[in-house]
């Protein structure tokens, strides 16, 4: 059955070729259709080669037919398509349509394809030489493959109105002499597509009132080479177009230029230009500039730029994209974010109208405020400072920023507007989804690297009724307490903004919650009064950066984050809490939605209400909070906030997962147990690479601090000078903080360079010198100073008399030799790789290897024995109790020693135990020959 099939496919194939014929046109009617028209007789097929050389009477085809080629080869000779018809040539070998001196007449449609997978030297799949010539207002579709489309010398394409001819190959089409013309008229279009060069004019002429539209470059090869754009006709090109020497360039329409446009030879405008770079040319009209900034986007007379009707977002030209102004060729753009555009053009004049796409980069806009407007107050420029901030804020579009300068800032009017509400402290700062929002400017800078917001203090204050207590003047709210009066509910409010949205070096104070509910409708959202004393974030996913929270007092935090169904993430980074309380959280209260939080500090804030601490002195984590959620803490500081037992300092609660990473919580508040309250439900907590306080890490891990994740350490973190957290300096985020690590610190070079940010709260490297990662927000900026224990700890003697003395002997590679008496506390006795000691009674000593306030451990002598040291002893009584004998000779013992006592026999020279001695079970007993001289 196989063999059978295949026999008939193989006969099917060759029956094929077999009967594949050269027909030839022999008509004596005009009808292809016609079997006695053809020799040999036949309307001819796919497979047969069609030749027409007489031009008696001319073919016309008025249904579909097809052939493996034609050949129109005899001057006067003419095929039609009539309207409706389709021809279809096709064959592997080119050219597929070849005309030499005849004609071809399309009305209806005409396929051509040459199948060659293989490029061949100047085959095409239209051949048109010696007068031929092609005139169509129907369809042609022309696929050269890896060949030209279409070649001709000394010939004539006409695409007349309501012409579509499309052209792809290795070149789209190729004018070889000084006589190959395409005429695309008004109302046709010229399509190609190829992979480098389009159309090729070596020489050549192409006049265009319709549409030319080509994938590749253009190129007027050489002399006699000439391209006319007339009227308004219209030629697009993806890649660069080309006028080389001696070749002419003639534009009074719109010549679209991707790529650049290159003149070697004349090139003149007198209608529209675009690219992306221009030579020397004639212009008398327009050039569209690519990538232009807003007063150079069009080149030309300013009576020629009035026909520049306006710039649009939409290729239909009915969205502007902001005003343009032809007399002083300037464009100002709408309300629209930053970034890469596609704008467009309306440009008319004389009969024709052009819409022109450009590339059009809008840099974000740059506002400017400062305490006091100046000059215009418009805002764009320092010396034109605004005085409101929000209307800042409410002028920018996405990626467009705010600049505020050093100064007190406090809010004037409400969430509507209203500059005077019956309730003042729903005044109130709101952001704009996607603009950033910079402070900490001397208000002199033109680069943000000049910004040095440790030192100019962009103050945000609640303080709108003006009476807050101002000991210091500088309208700072050291602490809650300097709160007075009727301070506003919330100073910004983040609402409905996404993740682009920034604030950024702004000092926070002085804002007041309250304990019942009033609302007000933010950017559409009701904002309740008890949410984020100084910032309230609903439904958006900010970016807070060089932040400080400080004297703010509330209900739920003194920064409130809640994003319902929120798939993106609310960021808080290098930022302090510093002095605030909250009824239920002092710092930062997580309602809902992942939130990461890192190289930020939080000291002594509290959560308090009628005189009793509350839940989450620092940081509460919402009962509320989605499965699935991320909350993480990387290189926290947590120290000396406070809370009521149970809930302490961090609450964790809900159903999120919650990690503790590179981070420090110390001298909290109560500290039983930890200093965290573990209340999840199905979340989890993990905590790692940390230093925790009360944690029992090493030893007996406490669960409120979730799951041990490794690498914790529960003992003093050694910082700088937790009385002194801003340093020598008084400035927060310098070197010289006092919640900065000691080089002996055990959180130095112990934590995890995993998912950590590459530098500190202080901008410095982190990791150090590219080492490993420290715990808490400060990366310590030299090596580290870890001492390591003394050795060859020995004392002269073990057992003296009274008052003798004794030479205690140490060494310590790093640091000094210091002396205790006791194994832990106390004050040092000496310093010194040798002391001298005189003991009054048995004791032991101490060593440690200290520099600065780093401490090594401690490594004890072996202990000395201080006892009367005799000659001969002789021991007959029962020995109930402690009991030293010491003899410079010998010891001769017939005693008993009792199942209480704890004795030692010391000699010189023997220890003799006689009949008579008994030890008792229970009994501590020691008899050792070591060298003892006799008390002088």
């Given at each position: 059955?196989?063999?059978?099939?295949?026999?008939?496919?193989?006969?099917?194939?060759?029956?094929?070729?077999?009967?594949?014929?050269?027909?030839?046109?022999?008509?004596?009617?005009?009808?292809?259709?016609?079997?006695?028209?053809?020799?040999?007789?036949?309307?001819?097929?796919?497979?047969?080669?069609?030749?027409?050389?007489?031009?008696?009477?001319?073919?016309?085809?008025?249904?579909?037919?097809?052939?493996?080629?034609?050949?129109?080869?005899?001057?006067?000779?003419?095929?039609?398509?009539?309207?409706?018809?389709?021809?279809?040539?096709?064959?592997?070998?080119?050219?597929?349509?070849?005309?030499?001196?005849?004609?071809?007449?399309?009305?209806?449609?005409?396929?051509?394809?040459?199948?060659?997978?293989?490029?061949?030297?100047?085959e095409a799949a239209i051949l048109l030489t010696f007068s031929a010539i092609i005139n169509n207002t129907g369809t042609i579709t022309?696929?050269?493959?890896?060949?030209?489309?279409?070649?001709?010398?000394?010939?004539?394409?006409?695409?007349?109105?309501?012409?579509?001819?499309?052209?792809?190959?290795?070149?789209?089409?190729?004018?070889?002499?000084?006589?190959?013309?395409?005429?695309?008229?008004?109302?046709?279009?010229?399509?190609?597509?190829?992979?480098?060069?389009?159309?090729?004019?070596?020489?050549?002429?192409?006049?265009?009132?319709?549409?030319?539209?080509?994938?590749?470059?253009?190129?007027?090869?050489?002399?006699?080479?000439?391209?006319?754009?007339?009227?308004?006709?219209?030629?697009?090109?993806?890649?660069?177009?080309?006028?080389?020497?001696?070749?002419?360039?003639?534009?009074?329409?719109?010549?679209?230029?991707?790529?650049?446009?290159?003149?070697?030879?004349?090139?003149?405008?007198?209608?529209?230009?675009?690219?992306?770079?221009?030579?020397?040319?004639?212009?008398?009209?327009?050039?569209?500039?690519?990538?232009?900034?807003?007063?150079?986007?069009?080149?030309?007379?300013?009576?020629?730029?009035?026909?520049?009707?306006?710039?649009?977002?939409?290729?239909?030209?009915?969205?502007?994209?902001?005003?343009?102004?032809?007399?002083?060729?300037?464009?100002?753009?709408?309300?629209?974010?930053?970034?890469?555009?596609?704008?467009?053009?309306?440009?008319?004049?004389?009969?024709?109208?052009?819409?022109?796409?450009?590339?059009?980069?809008?840099?974000?806009?740059?506002?400017?405020?400062?305490?006091?407007?100046?000059?215009?107050?418009?805002?764009?420029?320092?010396?034109?400072?605004?005085?409101?901030?929000?209307?800042?804020?409410?002028?920018?579009?996405?990626?467009?920023?705010?600049?505020?300068?050093?100064?007190?800032?406090?809010?004037?009017?409400?969430?509507?507007?209203?500059?005077?509400?019956?309730?003042?402290?729903?005044?109130?700062?709101?952001?704009?989804?996607?603009?950033?929002?910079?402070?900490?400017?001397?208000?002199?800078?033109?680069?943000?690297?000049?910004?040095?917001?440790?030192?100019?203090?962009?103050?945000?204050?609640?303080?709108?009724?003006?009476?807050?207590?101002?000991?210091?003047?500088?309208?700072?709210?050291?602490?809650?307490?300097?709160?007075?009066?009727?301070?506003?509910?919330?100073?910004?409010?983040?609402?409905?903004?996404?993740?682009?949205?920034?604030?950024?070096?702004?000092?926070?104070?002085?804002?007041?919650?309250?304990?019942?509910?009033?609302?007000?409708?933010?950017?559409?959202?009701?904002?309740?009064?008890?949410?984020?004393?100084?910032?309230?974030?609903?439904?958006?996913?900010?970016?807070?950066?060089?932040?400080?929270?400080?004297?703010?007092?509330?209900l739920f935090g003194t920064t409130y984050h809640n994003n319902t169904n929120g798939i993106d993430t609310v960021r808080i980074n290098?930022?302090?809490?510093?002095?605030?309380?909250?009824?239920?959280?002092?710092?930062?209260?997580?309602?809902?939605?992942?939130?990461?939080?890192?190289?930020?500090?939080?000291?002594?804030?509290?959560?308090?209400?009628?005189?009793?601490?509350?839940?989450?002195?620092?940081?509460?984590?919402?009962?509320?909070?989605?499965?699935?959620?991320?909350?993480?803490?990387?290189?926290?500081?947590?120290?000396?906030?406070?809370?009521?037992?149970?809930?302490?300092?961090?609450?964790?609660?809900?159903?999120?997962?919650?990690?503790?990473?590179?981070?420090?919580?110390?001298?909290?508040?109560?500290?039983?147990?930890?200093?965290?309250?573990?209340?999840?439900?199905?979340?989890?907590?993990?905590?790692?690479?940390?230093?925790?306080?009360?944690?029992?890490?090493?030893?007996?891990?406490?669960?409120?601090?979730?799951?041990?994740?490794?690498?914790?350490?529960?003992?003093?973190?050694?910082?700088?000078?937790?009385?002194?957290?801003?340093?020598?300096?008084?400035?927060?985020?310098?070197?010289?903080?006092?919640?900065?690590?000691?080089?002996?610190?055990?959180?130095?070079?112990?934590?995890?360079?995993?998912?950590?940010?590459?530098?500190?709260?202080?901008?410095?490297?982190?990791?150090?010198?590219?080492?490993?990662?420290?715990?808490?927000?400060?990366?310590?900026?030299?090596?580290?100073?870890?001492?390591?224990?003394?050795?060859?700890?020995?004392?002269?003697?073990?057992?003296?008399?009274?008052?003798?003395?004794?030479?205690?002997?140490?060494?310590?590679?790093?640091?000094?030799?210091?002396?205790?008496?006791?194994?832990?506390?106390?004050?040092?006795?000496?310093?010194?790789?040798?002391?001298?000691?005189?003991?009054?009674?048995?004791?032991?000593?101490?060593?440690?290897?200290?520099?600065?306030?780093?401490?090594?451990?401690?490594?004890?002598?072996?202990?000395?024995?201080?006892?009367?040291?005799?000659?001969?002893?002789?021991?007959?009584?029962?020995?109930?109790?402690?009991?030293?004998?010491?003899?410079?000779?010998?010891?001769?013992?017939?005693?008993?020693?009792?199942?209480?006592?704890?004795?030692?026999?010391?000699?010189?020279?023997?220890?003799?135990?006689?009949?008579?001695?008994?030890?008792?079970?229970?009994?501590?007993?020691?008899?050792?020959?070591?060298?003892?001289?006799?008390?002088?």
């Open positions: 059955m196989k063999k059978t099939l295949l026999l008939l496919l193989l006969g099917l194939f060759c029956t094929q070729y077999l009967f594949a014929q050269t027909k030839t046109w022999a008509g004596t009617t005009t009808d292809w259709h016609s079997d006695a028209n053809w020799n040999p007789v036949g309307v001819p097929t796919a497979s047969d080669e069609v030749i027409i050389n007489t031009a008696t009477i001319d073919p016309i085809i008025s249904s579909s037919v097809s052939a493996k080629s034609i050949n129109i080869s005899v001057s006067g000779a003419l095929l039609t398509v009539n309207s409706g018809a389709t021809l279809t040539i096709s064959s592997i070998v080119g050219p597929v349509l070849q005309i030499s001196n005849g004609g071809l007449t399309n009305n209806g449609t005409l396929l051509v394809t040459n199948t060659n997978p293989t490029e061949v030297s100047q022309i696929n050269g493959g890896a060949n030209y489309g279409i070649r001709m010398a000394a010939a004539t394409i006409n695409n007349q109105s309501g012409g579509i001819i499309t052209s792809n190959g290795k070149e789209v089409i190729r004018f070889g002499d000084s006589g190959a013309i395409l005429n695309n008229n008004a109302g046709a279009t010229f399509n190609g597509t190829s992979p480098a060069t389009a159309i090729t004019l070596i020489p050549g002429k192409l006049n265009n009132n319709g549409l030319v539209n080509i994938t590749g470059s253009l190129e007027l090869y050489n002399s006699n080479s000439r391209l006319r754009n007339l009227g308004c006709g219209i030629i697009k090109m993806t890649g660069d177009y080309y006028t080389q020497s001696n070749a002419t360039t003639e534009n009074d329409g719109l010549l679209q230029i991707d790529g650049s446009l290159y003149n070697s030879g004349s090139t003149s405008n007198d209608g529209v230009i675009r690219a992306n770079a221009y030579p020397t040319l004639t212009n008398l009209n327009i050039l569209v500039n690519n990538n232009a900034a807003n007063n150079a986007i069009f080149t030309g007379s300013s009576f020629k730029l009035s026909a520049i009707q306006g710039i649009f977002r939409d290729a239909a030209a009915t969205i502007s994209a902001g005003t343009y102004t032809s007399n002083n060729n300037t464009f100002i753009p709408g309300n629209f974010p930053g970034g890469s555009y596609i704008l467009y053009a309306k440009i008319s004049y004389e009969s024709c109208t052009f819409i022109v796409p450009f590339s059009y980069i809008r840099t974000p806009t740059r506002r400017y405020v400062k305490t006091i407007g100046t000059g215009t107050g418009d805002g764009f420029s320092w010396a034109n400072a605004s005085g409101d901030i929000q209307a800042m804020i409410n002028a920018s579009s996405a990626n467009d920023s705010v600049w505020v300068s050093a100064g007190i800032y406090k809010p004037i009017a409400d969430a509507s507007g209203n500059v005077n509400p019956s309730n003042s402290r729903n005044k109130i700062w709101y952001m704009k989804s996607g603009v950033k929002l910079f402070g900490g400017f001397a208000g002199t800078e033109t680069s943000f690297a000049q910004r040095d917001f440790k030192t100019n203090k962009t103050i945000f204050s609640g303080d709108v009724d003006n009476n807050d207590t101002n000991t210091d003047g500088n309208s700072i709210a050291e602490t809650y307490t300097d709160i007075q009066g009727n301070n506003v509910y919330h100073i910004l409010a983040i609402i409905n903004c996404d993740k682009n949205t920034g604030v950024d070096g702004i000092t926070f104070t002085a804002g007041k919650s309250t304990g019942s509910s009033v609302s007000q409708t933010v950017n559409g959202f009701p904002l309740s009064s008890v949410y984020g004393a100084a910032l309230s974030i609903n439904a958006s996913f900010p970016t807070i950066k060089n932040c400080i929270f400080i004297g703010n007092d509330g290098n930022s302090y809490y510093l002095n605030n309380r909250g009824e239920q959280t002092g710092g930062m209260f997580i309602h809902r939605g992942h939130t990461f939080v890192d190289n930020v500090v939080l000291f002594n804030n509290a959560a308090f209400l009628s005189n009793n601490y509350r839940d989450g002195g620092a940081i509460s984590v919402s009962s509320n909070m989605q499965a699935g959620k991320t909350i993480k803490f990387t290189n926290l500081t947590v120290v000396n906030n406070n809370s009521l037992t149970p809930k302490k300092t961090i609450t964790a609660d809900g159903n999120g997962n919650i990690s503790f990473i590179n981070s420090i919580i110390w001298n909290e508040t109560p500290v039983a147990g930890g200093n965290i309250f573990n209340a999840l439900d199905d979340g989890t907590l993990t905590s790692s690479y940390s230093i925790l306080q009360n944690s029992g890490a090493g030893g007996s891990w406490s669960g409120n601090y979730g799951i041990d994740g490794g690498n914790n350490y529960d003992g003093d973190p050694l910082f700088t000078n937790i009385s002194d957290i801003d340093g020598a300096d008084n400035k927060f985020f310098s070197t010289d903080d006092g919640l900065s690590l000691t080089g002996c610190s055990p959180g130095v070079n112990t934590g995890t360079n995993t998912n950590t940010f590459t530098t500190d709260i202080t901008n410095s490297p982190r990791p150090y010198n590219n080492g490993v990662a420290d715990m808490g927000a400060y990366e310590r900026q030299s090596v580290p100073t870890l001492t390591t224990n003394p050795t060859n700890v020995t004392v002269n003697k073990t057992v003296v008399c009274p008052g003798n003395t004794v030479i205690l002997s140490a060494q310590c590679s790093v640091g000094t030799v210091t002396w205790y008496n006791q194994a832990t506390g106390g004050t040092a006795i000496g310093t010194g790789n040798s002391l001298n000691q005189s003991p009054t009674s048995t004791i032991v000593y101490y060593s440690a290897c200290e520099a600065s306030n780093c401490k090594s451990e401690r490594v004890a002598t072996t202990e000395i024995i201080v006892t009367t040291v005799s000659s001969n002893i002789s021991l007959t009584a029962s020995i109930s109790g402690t009991a030293i004998y010491a003899s410079s000779t010998t010891i001769t013992a017939t005693n008993k020693v009792l199942a209480t006592a704890n004795a030692q026999y010391l000699a010189n020279n023997s220890i003799s135990l006689n009949a008579g001695f008994e030890i008792s079970t229970g009994a501590v007993f020691v008899a050792k020959a070591t060298p003892i001289a006799a008390c002088n």
